[in-house]
């Protein structure tokens, strides 16, 4: 069992609108834009970073927006649920401020003993707000949104899948124990992770594929603190049959990739360098920031190509 993985690292979506999921991460969640930067395989598409103050490894959300793009349809093989904390007795204020903005898809109920108010994103993905006791982290805030309320970052993710066999070994290959049932969902506890180490497996047989698109998640991204257990974590994965990408290069941490078997993609990516590699930490996310291979294409990316996100 591997003693590297520490959670969850970062949850990577699907969006139609860039200036739409700007506005909805940052004016109604009140998270921060960490970085504004491009698709490394499609530069014509933004790559949009949200998270606490400095996008700690377990509270940045990223979306690639592809102008128009088609809405994905749920069901079995994906992330089905993207999870935030928020303090104890926040709730009721969230449920206040969506019906303000006119948040779709707001619906309380109760997992493993834990209150939490689902919703649902611009594209129409799915998330929730999971009232935690003991979460220390220090949220951002900002944008009406306070201290006592404000998300302080992942709570879990939930996946979405036919059989839950193979993915369940899987996690607990990866460091994760199964701690209890709701129905036909099992949770899972990276004992001694970050405060993002809780992943649930709904298990819906007949369930169809989902079809991804817009809002779909497109990849979950767990957390190792650096390049040299990220190149552990892929031998022991290349030893016990996975197909896992070599380290790629991120910029502001290191990625390796794998499908797992219920069809969700997995990637494992460095605590290091972080989101203030290359930007002053007081103005994260404000310029346009580009992978060096991309550098020369600036001009037409900002002028063509890529929508202006005003803040
Ligand atoms: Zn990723």
Redesign the pocket.
């Known amino acids: 069992m591997l003693t590297q993985i520490k959670g969850l ?2 949850v ?1 979506s699907l969006a139609s609108s860039a200036s739409e999921n700007n506005a909805f991460f940052t004016k109604v969640l009140g998270l921060r834009r960490v970085k504004k930067t491009v698709n490394f395989d499609a530069p014509n598409v933004y790559h949009l970073y949200y998270g606490d103050e400095l996008g700690t490894p377990g509270t940045v959300m ?1 979306y690639f927006p592809f102008p128009n793009a088609r809405r994905g349809r749920p069901g079995a093989g994906e992330v089905s649920a993207t999870v935030f904390s928020v303090p104890e007795g926040a709730l009721s204020w969230w449920s206040e401020r969506f019906a303000t903005f006119g948040v779709a898809g707001v619906k309380s109920e109760i997992r493993m003993g834990e209150k939490r108010l689902r919703f649902l994103g611009p594209d129409g993905d799915a998330f929730a707000l999971s009232e935690t006791a003991d979460d220390s982290r220090t949220p951002w805030t900002g944008n009406g949104v306070s201290a006592d309320v404000a998300i302080r970052g992942f709570h879990s993710a939930d996946m979405r899948l036919q059989d839950k066999g193979a993915s369940a070994e899987l996690l607990k290959f990866m460091g994760y124990s199964e701690i209890e049932k709701q129905g036909n969902i099992t949770r899972f506890l990276r004992e001694g992770g970050n405060d993002a180490r809780l992943i649930d497996l709904e298990t819906l047989p007949l369930a169809s594929a989902a079809e991804q698109g817009a809002g779909s998640v497109h ?1 979950i ?1 767990f957390a190792v603190e650096n390049r040299a257990t990220q190149l552990e974590v892929r031998k022991a994965l290349l030893d016990t049959g996975w197909q896992v990408t070599p380290p790629i290069d ?1 910029d502001y941490f290191w ?1 390796i990739y794998f499908r797992t078997p219920g069809g969700v993609l997995f ?1 494992i ?1 460095t605590n290091e360098p972080g989101f203030d590699r290359d930007e002053d930490s007081a103005h994260l996310g404000e310029a346009l920031k580009l992978p060096k291979q991309h550098a020369h294409l600036r001009e037409a990316l900002e002028t063509r190509y890529l929508e202006p996100l005003n803040d």
């Open positions: 690292h970062h990577t990223t990849h991204a991120r990625a990637e990516a």
